[in-house]
């Protein structure tokens, strides 16, 4: 396993992370994962080397919070990097089906959210705390911010950053963020077939040095082989607002990606995850991960061989001159 600077927070993170998700949600091909092989999962995780567990309280209304505490709690504090998401309450509606919950990104309820995961996680401190798909105007609340100042030189915190939600807050949200907020790292979407917005970032990231971290980098399952166009999702499956027209062009395309899988005798899930990689400004992938197999297969390809520069432009360029076509879901 590769490890990478999380922006200027200094924080090494595992270049593989893991998503905690899947273990407190049934949103992924209606999988529930029970608590005793989820504490397994994770185990497993940081014995391959990740250090890096990103989770979020809304996941399972604190379950996944709940199931990392329990996992770490005989581990060195030091040895493991705890970054938790927040800003909807939780606590005060029901979430039906996979409907956004209110939210509530106010220094008020950042405290007290705070102090709940906290305690679920085991922990005395959380090292990211990153608001969970901010809109605009949390990005412009002084306020805000500087309470989270406060609570970092407090201790409570080590960094904090913002993790962009599709069709909630996203490109403008993600530069404001970088420009004119302090914060140590930004998370969205981004892989082969959805280069958008992330690739418009890495040059302001790195002026202000900023990690990034990826999620879905498997193109909702395409880029592992899981989806094909016979796919069927059922309703409560995350994917399902994929349309058909999609996965279909993301099929063709893949077909033009495989050569240059090819001549390094990868497969194109290899290829997914090592584009990635490949990009400097990126400290951590995020992948879908579902059992202890998934896991090590992941942590594979983080071994420092990646794409030449010349193959990695030719991806971009491809993504450019629209080869590629994207489509931002909710």
């Not at 391959?48 to 309280?57: M, P, Q, Y």
């Not at 927040?86 to 959210?113: C, R, T």
């Not at 399902?240 to 194109?268: C, F, M, N």
Request: aromatic residues 10%; hydrophobic residues 35%; glycine residues 8%.
């Amino acid at each position: 396993m590769k490890y990478r600077r999380l922006g200027k927070s200094g924080i090494l993170v595992s270049e593989i992370g893991f998503g905690a998700w899947t273990i407190a949600l049934d949103w992924w091909g209606g999988k529930k994962i029970d608590d005793d092989v989820a504490i397994r999962m994770l185990k497993r995780a940081f014995d391959l080397g990740i250090n890096f567990f990103e989770t979020s309280d809304v996941y399972g209304k604190g379950r996944s919070e709940k199931l990392i505490g329990e996992a770490f709690k005989g581990v060195n504090r030091d040895e493991v990097i705890y970054s938790t998401k927040w800003g909807y309450d939780i606590y005060g509606a029901e979430q039906v089906g996979h409907n956004e919950l209110p939210q509530k990104h106010d220094p008020s309820f950042m405290n007290y959210a705070l102090e709940e995961s906290i305690n679920r996680l085991q922990t005395d401190f959380v090292d990211v705390y990153s608001l969970h798909n901010p809109k605009m105007n949390a990005i412009q609340d002084d306020a805000l911010f500087q309470t989270l100042n406060k609570t970092r030189k407090d201790g409570r915190i080590r960094s904090y950053g913002v993790a962009l939600g599709p069709a909630i807050g996203w490109k403008e949200e993600g530069i404001l963020s970088m420009e004119k907020r302090d914060v140590t790292c930004l998370q969205s979407v981004y892989n082969l077939l959805e280069q958008d917005p992330v690739k418009d970032f890495f040059q302001i990231a790195g002026a202000n040095d900023v990690g990034l971290m990826v999620r879905v980098p498997d193109a909702s399952g395409v880029l592992t082989g899981k989806v094909n166009k016979d796919t069927v999702f059922d309703k409560n499956d995350h994917r399902s607002t994929r349309k058909k027209e999609w996965i279909a062009q993301a099929l063709q395309k893949i077909e033009h990606i495989k050569p240059i899988a090819d001549s390094y005798g990868w497969t194109i899930t290899e290829l997914a995850i090592k584009f990635i990689l490949s990009q400097t400004k990126i400290s951590s992938v995020l992948p879908t991960v579902i059992n202890s197999e998934e896991i090590e297969s992941f942590t594979n390809m983080s071994d420092g061989k990646y794409l030449r520069q010349n193959d990695l432009e030719a991806l971009s360029q491809m993504y450019d001159k629209d080869f590629y076509t994207t489509t931002i879901r909710k």
